[in-house]
């Protein structure tokens, strides 16, 4: 009776961690192609997780271990069944361990050695230089095949060349999941010496925004840059995915030789169910998930006319972008490309915002080739006038401030108000506004961003109000005289920056 308990309870912990290999619960911080690899090992058996449905990818793996997963791989691999127990001669390896055998096939196969004094070193954690030894031998390479570099030199230019790796760090011990991941590669490969199979299309892989759709062509900006159009290959499945991959939404798409699209999914590709997504830093919180937004992660804004601007990540943490994601001025879900715990890249649609709007002093006019021409403070060149306004086309003037910006036939611009007030930073008066991000107050308690795109300009006036100077500036004092204008949700002109510009005033 007891030796059956015994073989039930051995028995009910196979299965169990048998039936885990798709339910791991700690993968999240583990790349697609790790997760992808820990699950596919799991479920031939070569690499097993533990009875609380973890895995445990950052954990050390040792040279015994290690020994059982390459044997396993490649009896898997090959159809090669696994021998018996040979005799070994290591003195730290003992006849009743429960790796002996693994280790001795191991040995007998080539893919493992011990050292010069006789010993395997059993509990030894084995280091990625090793693995990636010892799966290129699993491969069939001998000494032969490799170069003069010496180890491991020579394993990993083999490997490299294989196409087993490709990066260029090895130092260090390997953890569960890099062995993962090193012998789900081997895995793919050819043994040595065996015909090369026909190489497949090479595709180039990208995530991007569909902003337009034919029945043959799509066009999508991309995170790598630029609106582009492609054409829809003929065995591409496009039908399939329409419903989601439509326009407006992130998808993730391959292109074959000839800049067509053939593959179009969601592939890590999430939807934030909400309206407000939660930002602090680099930290944003989304659909109840704690993430971090990747140092070289793409964000793209679209606005409700389809167009696409990519912001950097810098511009996007210091600037009313932030406040907007607080708030509610984007009307649909935020989309976002997810690699574990890390924020890849945001779409945010049905942005409201208008960055390429310009504010400035009208410097000099005059008569122009068709109508009235004009140049702005800082600007090295006239522009055709395009006053848009309730009183139609207007002669510009010189001591009026206008919100403008550059089109075809010139410029198109309209007066804005200012609100007189003086402002001060949240955290105390001094110099309040020097870089981008600056919270600030103005005097009736309204809190305001500084945006990378916020203009501020010392204004000199002369007595009759008329303006003699315009200089643009970096910084603002607790005891300059300022005016402040502040955008209107409610207006046609919503520019999307919570301080359009800030006026330094000087006075002769």
């Not at 030894?133 to 394993?155: C, F, H, N, Q």
């Not at 074959?256 to 593959?263: F, H, I």
């Not at 309206?275 to 930290?283: I, P, R, V």
Request: with cysteine; proline share 2%.
């Amino acid at each position: 009776m007891k030796k059956f308990t015994v073989f039930f309870i051995a028995l009910l912990l196979c299965l169990l961690m048998a039936g885990q290999a798709l339910a791991f619960t700690d993968l999240d911080d583990c790349s697609p192609e790790t997760r992808q690899a820990i699950n596919e090992l799991a479920e031939k058996q070569i690499l097993n997780g533990y009875i609380d449905d973890t895995f445990r990818p950052n954990d050390s793996i040792s040279r015994a271990e290690f020994a059982k997963v390459a044997v396993l791989a490649l009896t898997d691999k090959t159809n090669m069944p696994m021998g018996a127990v040979q005799e070994i001669s290591y003195r730290d390896v003992s006849p009743n361990a429960w790796y002996t055998k693994v280790i001795a096939n191991a040995a007998a196969l080539g893919l493992m050695k011990g050292d010069t004094e006789g010993t395997f070193r059993p509990n030894d954690t084995v280091s990625v230089d090793e693995v990636i030894t010892i799966l290129i031998r699993a491969l069939g390479y001998t000494e032969a095949d490799l170069d003069m570099s010496g180890w491991p030199a020579s394993y990993i230019n083999k490997a490299r060349e294989i196409g087993l790796i490709n990066y260029d760090t090895y130092n260090g011990d390997c953890t569960r999941g890099q062995a993962a991941a090193l012998v789900a590669r081997m895995l793919e490969l050819p043994q040595a010496g065996a015909e090369k199979p026909e190489q497949p299309v090479q595709l180039a892989y990208d995530y991007g925004v569909v902003t337009e759709l034919t029945s043959n062509t799509i066009t999508i900006s991309s995170f790598k840059g630029g609106a582009l159009s492609y054409k829809l290959a003929e065995n591409c499945d496009w039908q399939a995915a329409k419903s989601d991959c439509g326009v407006g939404r992130l998808i993730y798409f391959g292109l074959d030789s000839k800049q067509a699209v053939v593959s179009v999914s969601r592939q890590d590709i999430y939807t934030h169910n909400q309206h407000e997504a939660e930002l602090s830093g680099t930290k944003i919180k989304l659909n109840g998930k704690n993430m971090l937004i990747a140092d070289d992660a793409t964000v793209l804004l679209m606005n409700s006319n389809g167009g696409v601007t990519s912001v950097s990540l810098e511009r996007l943490l210091a600037s009313s972008y932030v406040a907007d994601l607080r708030s509610n001025n984007y009307r649909v879900p935020l989309q976002y490309v997810a690699d574990g715990k890390n924020v890849r890249g945001l779409l945010i649609g049905d942005y409201r915002g208008q960055s390429q709007q310009q504010f400035g002093y009208v410097d000099e006019f005059g008569t122009g080739s068709e109508g009235e021409s004009v140049k702005f403070y800082g600007e090295n060149e006239f522009y055709e006038w395009n006053y848009v306004g309730n009183e139609g086309e207007l002669r510009p003037e010189t001591d009026v401030l206008y919100a403008y910006e550059h089109r075809a036939d010139g410029v198109r611009a309209y007066v804005v108000d200012r609100t007189k007030e003086q402002i001060r930073g949240a955290y105390g008066e001094g110099e309040v506004v020097q870089f981008a991000g600056d919270i600030c107050l103005t005097t009736s308690g309204k809190q305001f961003i500084i945006d990378a795109e916020t203009v501020i300009m010392k204004v000199s006036y002369r007595s009759d109000g008329s303006i003699y100077d315009v200089e643009y500036i970096d910084s603002v004092y607790g005891g300059d005289r300022v005016c402040v204008r502040y955008t209107e949700k409610s207006s046609s002109n919503y520019t999307g920056i919570e301080a359009a510009y800030v006026l330094v005033q000087d006075f002769i």
